[in-house]
T-cell receptor, first 116, second 111 residues
Framework: GAVVSQHPSWVICKSGTSVKIECRSL??????MFWYRQFPKQSLMLMAT?????????EQGVEKDKFLINHASLTLSTLTVTSAHPEDSSFYIC????????????FGEGSRLTVL | GQSLEQPSEVTAVEGAIVQINCTYQ??????LSWYQQHDGGAPTFLSY????GLEETGRFSSFLSRSDSYGYLLLQELQMKDSASYFC????????????FGAGTTVTVRA
């Protein structure tokens, strides 16, 4: 299957700083990538849809100025958590879909963010 | 919006068969997917059903009944490594074909 790589896997930062997470599709082009957030023992909640060359589409309740998404190329999307606070600590997972697929979504390894 | 229901926990012994049911409510249903997630890891794709019937992939099978808005994931010949969370996820026209996940079922396999 297709490979999606996410970096960094773990990040610890101080409150008030910004953190950037990268998501790359390694062997296919992804015009659309998705960013999810997952709290312990809970489901994946879609935060936003990242569209190559255009603005991201955010789900209801997700602050677009807080979670900046940039999809500058067909293989890279970035999520920047700005002015991070302890409540932003979570597992952030990106995913991408091959357009020719029958619905399969490939996930990155996830990035665990801890804000002190 | 979409809503999905699946059991929160299932425990079984090695070699057993486990069925995880998933019922959903959505408009413009397109397909039902199943994902496996081990603790601390990312979800991995298991199967996808767009049409009624059974899809078999090795020890895992998935079933869909569109008329009943119901599907299930069948895990056969359970192994210890199958201990994980399993999520059903639905794609629908009403949600721009984005995946909406259920709450997940934690499967614990005992020796």
């Amino acid at each position: 299957g297709a490979v999606v790589s996410q970096h960094p896997s773990w990040v610890i930062c101080k409150s008030g700083t910004s953190v950037k997470i990268e998501c790359r599709s390694l062997d296919f082009q992804a015009t659309t990538m998705f960013w999810y957030r997952q709290f312990p023992k809970q489901s994946l909640m879609l935060m936003a849809t990242s569209n190559e060359g255009s603005k991201a589409t955010y789900e209801q309740g997700v602050e677009k100025d807080k979670f900046l998404i940039n999809h500058a190329s067909l293989t890279l999307s970035t999520l920047t958590v700005t002015s991070a606070h302890p409540e932003d600590s979570s597992f952030y997972i990106c995913s991408a879909r091959e357009e020719a697929s029958t619905g399969e979504l490939f996930f990155g390894e996830g990035s665990r963010l801890t804000v002190l | 919006g979409q809503s999905l229901e699946q059991p929160s926990e299932v425990t079984a012994v090695e070699g057993a068969i486990v069925q995880i049911n998933c019922t959903y409510q959505t408009s413009g249903f397109y397909g039902l997917s199943w994902y496996q997630q081990h603790d601390g890891g990312a979800p991995t794709f298991l199967s996808y059903n767009a049409l009624d019937g059974l899809e078999e992939t090795g020890r895992f099978s998935s079933f869909l009944s569109r008329s009943d808005s119901y599907g299930y994931l069948l895990l056969q010949e359970l192994q210890m490594k199958d201990s994980a969370s399993y999520f059903c996820a639905v794609r629908a026209r009403s949600n721009d074909y984005k995946l909406s996940f259920g709450a997940g079922t934690t499967v614990t396999v005992r020796a």
